[in-house]
């Protein structure tokens, strides 16, 4: 990656002021990119060195100072009293004084979420914020969607001669896992993940889920099974019908939305491409991205991790897996619950990043809406829920037939006294606590391997039918109530030592 020459940068105190900035200097990179991109295919016409040198097609940087606290050396109480500003959210806060800055995609996406953060962080504490040009290209195949550019008339590798591509080399998770803390300028990140990381998943949500990745709502639903998603897209398309509906639209798997006023829509979700894709998404979409999406991520913690790391770079404020377990305890039955408070982690997908060792902790709020949505829909609390919904420590295995090594795990799981086992949940949990996303699982047992009840088909058919509906309408409620809770459902216990001031 080439050095560019750096500009001094913007500076200003307006955190809208700050997005507009990077929102124009965002603008001109891609439209350069895609200006020169059009005169390469058309006339083979070789972008300038010198300019790109100069930063023609780098994403613009937001750089963050807090100089600390200045006060007189000799009043030693004022010291003691004001080392540092008494802030108790989880988020828009400073570890240390110094300088923080991170380079910025898709400004139009993510400027609120900049815009909230700024505002917090300058008005406790007086934080001095520029934008500027930052050292890191476009990558050319970011800039494609809607540039009509016709690519068949030469190769990818051409294309690398000439443009910047994407390298593999320089994008990871390592803000996030705590491996880079300070740059070559000695900044510390602004925020877990930089433009290089955010356009990477932006693109692979796309790919994966069949949809646009800016459609994603702040609050996402994870399933493993069809029938799920039938269901949600069934009631979603109940809720825009409503006069009175917040929902604005549903986005579809196979690139395509429906309103209240589109004919057929049933019709036109059941025959679309979704089959194509490994993860379909439906994002029941409100104003502020406070709607809800579904994710049928399948079977397994290869899934769970892949989908995972994408979303992580929307900024959820929960995801919740909604999906079907076994049940390990032989008082529980078919279409019983199980809320989970602690996982064993069985799935080894993360132990190089996140060791087996580190504690998962449930977070309270996520817990609570689970239980209060449970009440709310079977209309049962007390003994009567109890009877329906235990609360335990989830299995998560990476052995779908898990069954047939039963002895070397029957007594490690009755140490754990784990409840019910899946492929999925621990990794889901995992990974919101290593990307600072709130996380809850609550499962409805489907079979009872170790008590002789298999999931076989007729049974399987009943199970369905009576439970899905129920559970599926558990999860929504979960999302309607903590939405209530906004950004305070954000919790302190998910921060690291030396934590990005952005969330």
């Known amino acids: 990656m080439n050095k560019h020459v750096k500009n001094k940068g913007a500076t200003s105190n307006s955190a809208s002021t700050i997005v507009g900035q990077l929102k124009t200097l965002y603008i001109q990179a891609v439209t350069a990119l895609q200006q020169d991109l059009q005169a390469y295919l058309e006339h083979r016409q070789i972008p300038s060195k010198g300019l790109r040198k100069s930063g023609r097609y780098c994403y613009p940087k937001l750089t963050v100072t807090w100089k600390g606290t200045h006060l ?5 109480l004022a010291i003691l009293n004001n080392r540092h500003p008494q802030v108790n959210r989880a988020f828009a806060r400073f570890s240390r004084p110094g300088t923080y800055s991170s380079s910025i995609t898709r400004p139009d996406l993510f400027g609120s979420h900049i815009e909230e953060q700024l505002d917090l962080l300058i008005r406790d504490y007086g934080a001095e914020c520029s934008v500027s040009l930052s050292d890191q290209e476009i990558p050319y195949p970011y800039v494609l969607d809607g540039a009509g550019l016709d690519l068949n008339s030469v190769s990818a590798l051409d294309l690398m001669r000439h443009f910047p591509a994407t390298e593999l080399a320089l994008i990871g998770n390592e803000v996030a896992d705590g491996l880079e803390q300070v740059d070559e300028n000695g900044h510390r990140p602004l925020a877990l993940f930089d433009g290089l990381r955010t356009d990477f998943s932006l693109a692979r949500l796309r790919h994966y889920t069949g949809t646009q990745a800016e459609h994603t709502q702040s609050y996402i639903l994870m399933t493993n099974y069809n029938r799920y998603v039938d269901v949600f897209v069934a009631w979603a398309l109940e809720q825009l019908k409503k006069p009175d509906s917040p929902y604005t639209a549903l986005s579809c798997c196979g690139y395509f939305t429906v309103t209240k006023d589109t004919p057929n829509a049933e019709e036109l979700i059941a025959n679309s491409t979704w089959r194509k894709h490994q993860m379909p998404a439906y994002h029941l979409m409100r104003e502020g991205r406070q709607g809800i999406t579904l994710v049928n991520i399948g079977v397994g913690p290869s899934n769970a991790k892949n989908i995972t790391d994408h979303l992580a770079v929307m900024r959820p404020h929960v995801w919740l897996m909604i999906g079907h377990c076994g049940g390990l305890r032989p008082s529980q039955s078919i279409g019983d619950y199980v809320l989970a408070h602690a ?17 998962i ?14 009440v709310r829909v079977t209309g049962e609390d007390g003994d009567a829920l109890k009877r329906r919904l235990r609360t335990g420590t989830v299995v998560t295995t990476d052995d779908r037939n898990w069954e047939l090594r039963y002895t070397l795990s029957a007594r490690r799981f009755s140490q754990s006294r784990a409840v019910a086992i ?5 990794t889901l949990a995992a990974q919101g606590y290593r990307f600072r996303v709130p996380y809850g699982t609550l499962l409805c047992v489907s079979d009872k391997p170790l008590h002789g009840e298999l999931k076989l088909p007729g049974q399987a058919n009943h199970f369905y039918e009576r439970a899905i509906r129920e559970h599926i309408d ?19 216990k998910l921060r690291a030592f030396d934590e990005p001031p952005f969330r």
């Open 72 to 76: 007189d050396e000799a009043d030693e």
């Open 343 to 359: 996982y064993l982690r069985d799935d080894h997908i993360m132990d190089d990043v996140l060791p087996r060792e580190i504690p």
């Open 361 to 374: 902790p449930p977070i309270a709020e996520v817990q609570q809406a689970l239980h209060e949505s449970a």
């Open 422 to 426: 899946d492929m999925e949940s621990a």
């Open 474 to 492: 558990i999860g929504i409620e979960a999302a309607n109530i903590l939405r209530d809770y906004g950004t305070k459902l954000h919790s302190r």
